[in-house]
């Protein structure tokens, strides 16, 4: 009970304070909000290209065009090759040749560098070809002849078909723009103030504050229970904050098994608390303990993949990520948001939370002096 009433006293100190309302709600929007819009991916755009047709018949161009209209691509007729963009360039002679059953070699000209849209494009224009070649065309296609051509019913049509079906996998939004930018500055802004409200205890006692209460009937672990009670507290509000945020707003899909994503993240925020108390414990003077706790949130973010998605930085960089509080943080986010992990995936994570935050409260516990 004595804990609960210092708990609450630490709440009323905080709500007095302008700095931490705006830390606690206002800052992380802005964040979100600022990195979410520089993070989102560029929309979707269909792959074009454009076909130059040096062949007497239209049979091979016309066949290649409505194949990969088919498929999505975006196709235009052009009489000479463009300066930007990739031209198929159909030969002479290819119509026939497809005819008797011999190779037609297409020469697909486009910018110097290979993308990976090109490289799906050429895909599709082997498909297309193959398809082609194997349906047949028949004298007088795209001639005007009445031939039924690659799409006209020809009787080997369907040696090549696809088949597109939905397989029963739930859909997960890619981990850009917003969908990474509130679960990434959640952990960070989470980790961020636990680390500086458990280093207040420096002021606390650099004030008399911390003498004053251990004068009174209280033992030293409740002192402790209640700092890191109201800790906890500012954690999960702030947690169910920006939940709040992500879901009405900017329509984040979270964890397929809420249970699991509130049950890390309030491990995650208990191993914060619970670092933040032991680093007040440790440093006397409150503004070096305050510093200490900020630059150590602003280091720990981009190390633990915050900032920017791991598969960016090298090999050395990914490994760093496995030894800090933010990586945990966020590989165990990101697998529930990308892949629906569930217990068994994010037991390591769960393990170490566990761990960072029994060492951390039985270390400050030992340290706690008025």
């Not at 990474?180 to 004030?207: C, H, K, Q, W």
């Not at 973010?301 to 998605?309: K, Q, R």
């Amino acid at each position: 009970m004595k804990a609960w009433w210092i708990a609450v006293n630490e709440w009323k100190q905080l709500l007095r304070e302008r700095e931490a309302i705006f830390w606690i709600f206002i800052g992380p929007v802005l964040f979100v909000v600022f990195f979410g819009i520089l993070m989102r991916p560029a929309p979707a755009r269909p792959p074009e290209v454009a076909i130059w047709n040096q062949d007497e018949t239209d049979e091979a161009a016309g066949g290649l065009e409505a194949l990969l209209r088919e498929d999505g691509v975006t196709v235009r007729r052009v009489e000479e090759p463009v300066s930007k963009g990739r031209t198929l360039v159909v030969p002479a002679g290819a119509g026939a040749a497809l005819r008797a059953g011999d190779p037609v070699t297409l020469t697909l000209r486009t910018g110097t560098e290979e993308t990976a849209g090109e490289r799906n494009l050429q895909f599709g224009i082997r498909k297309a070809l193959t398809r082609l070649f194997l349906a047949g065309i028949p004298p007088g296609a795209g001639t005007g002849e009445g031939g039924s051509g690659p799409a006209g019913g020809g009787e080997n049509e369907d040696l090549i078909r696809v088949v597109r079906h939905e397989i029963d996998v739930e859909h997960r939004e890619m981990t850009a723009g917003f969908q990474r930018s509130v679960p990434a500055y959640m952990v960070m802004f989470v980790f961020m103030n636990l680390l500086i409200g458990g280093s207040t205890i420096a002021e606390d006692r650099a004030s008399g504050r911390l003498r004053r209460i251990a004068l009174a009937p209280v033992r030293s672990r409740d002192i402790l229970l209640g700092k890191l009670l109201s800790r906890f507290a500012v954690g999960w509000i702030q947690i169910v904050y920006l939940l709040l945020i992500g879901t009405l707003v900017f329509r984040i899909q979270w964890a397929q098994r809420n249970w699991v994503f509130l049950l890390f993240m309030s491990l995650f925020a208990l191993a914060s608390a619970s670092l933040g108390i032991l680093l007040g414990t440790l440093v006397r003077d409150p503004d070096k303990a305050i510093s200490i706790a900020i630059w150590s949130a602003v280091i720990l973010s981009p190390l633990g993949g915050l900032w920017w998605p791991l598969e960016i930085v090298g090999p050395a960089m990914r490994k760093i990520a496995w030894f800090v509080p933010t990586g945990w943080g966020m590989e165990g986010v990101n697998a529930m948001l990308a892949f629906g992990a569930g217990p068994r995936e994010l037991a390591p994570f769960l393990l170490c939370f566990t761990g960072l935050f029994l060492a951390s409260i039985f270390l400050a516990a030992r340290r706690l002096k008025p």
